[in-house]
């Protein structure tokens, strides 16, 4: 059911229906309360058939649409209710939405003439944008190029969590980009956290891939230690001078994308982590531990090390 939107509109034609795609209702949820703040009304669809009916049954012209949806995947939905629009003379524009994103999606995406594509976790401000292109005008040859970009660096990131938990033994020398650097943290968090790094990344590396293998039991979810995952991988990123995207960290845990986006907010609130702006892109945060909770987790962490068999 669509929550009530809030008295401060952006949107320039208030209550205008703007139609939800997605399997995971707690994500619905969530999406619908940012575009109805923004004055639109959610109209919600949990599956294709739903969406094909809301869609007959009511003025629309703007669909969320994620990619991958139990019957068939999002792209193949966006062709239907585009044939059906055409068919009874309607425009709808599309902005497609995953947690998974790829090249080869995007590319899919742009083909089928979608407007916008957005990765999990979306922002309130990341709708309004995208709303706005949508009533505005149509995604430049450079806008393309920067959703490219996105992906690719996605893409990248992926196939590094992929190398860290496949890839047994030794871990690589970290390879750092020269444009990444650590982000700005209060004094204490600079200090260095170990005299010898490389034995902190190869452990921290296998305690993820242990973890990962832990996870694959029961189907993922049973046995899995989303919170502790997240936390391992925003170490190895310190000892490496990464920085960790939201959506990255999302990734890391191994939990459902709007599971690990809650979980997110639940240790930001507690001051567990830290959510640094990134200075370049507005819309992307980056996420840091708490520089009180990070030198006990090190410590922690440095206690296993010295434990009988753990060196070497």
């Known amino acids: ?17 703007v139609l939800i795609v997605d399997d995971d209702r707690d994500w619905c949820l969530e999406c619908a309360f940012a575009v109805e703040r923004l004055g639109y009304e959610a109209l919600i669809a949990n599956g294709t058939e739903d969406a094909m009916a809301i869609f007959i049954q009511n003025d629309v012209s703007v ?16 062709q239907s209710l585009t044939q ?3 068919q009874q003379g309607r425009h709808l524009s599309f902005i497609m939405a995953t947690g998974y994103a790829t090249k080869d999606v995007a590319i899919g995406a742009m083909r089928a003439s979608v407007s916008d594509f957005l990765e999990k976790p979306i922002t ?12 505005g005008q149509r995604p430049s040859a450079p806008a393309r190029d920067m959703l490219l970009e996105k992906i690719t660096g996605l893409g990248a990131e992926l196939q590094r969590l992929a190398q860290l938990i496949d890839t047994p033994g030794s871990a690589p020398t970290p390879q750092v980009a020269p444009q ?29 891939r242990r973890e990962a293998k832990r996870r694959e039991i029961g189907g993922g979810e049973l046995f899995g230690d989303p919170t502790w995952a997240m936390l391992l991988d925003l170490l190895l990123a ?5 920085r960790i995207s939201v959506s990255s960290a999302c990734i890391a845990s191994g939990a459902p994308m709007s599971t690990a986006l809650r ?26 531990i708490n520089p009180k909770f990070e030198q006990p987790l090190m410590d922690y962490i440095n206690d296993q090390l010295r434990q009988p068999g753990r060196r070497g």
Do not use: W
């Not at 309130?124 to 009533?135: C, E, F, G, P």
């Open 124 to 135: 309130q401000d990341q709708l309004r944008q995208a709303l706005q292109r949508i009533k």
């Open 238 to 242: 310190k000892i490496e001078g990464r």
């Open 180 to 208: 990444s650097t650590p982000p700005p943290a209060p004094s204490e968090a600079a200090e260095p956290i170990e005299s010898d790094p490389a034995r902190l990344n190869q452990y921290i590396r296998e305690q993820l």
């Open 263 to 288: 979980l997110v907010r639940r240790l930001v609130g507690e001051e567990v982590l830290c959510r640094i702006p990134d200075e370049h892109d507005r819309r992307r945060h980056f996420l840091i």
């Open 63 to 78: 669909a969320i649409v994620d990619y991958n949806l139990p019957e068939r995947d999002g792209l193949s939905l966006i």
């Open 1 to 17: 059911m669509p929550l009530p939107p809030e008295k401060s509109h952006v949107a320039s034609e208030p209550g205008e229906p």
């Open 84 to 86: 059906t629009a055409e």
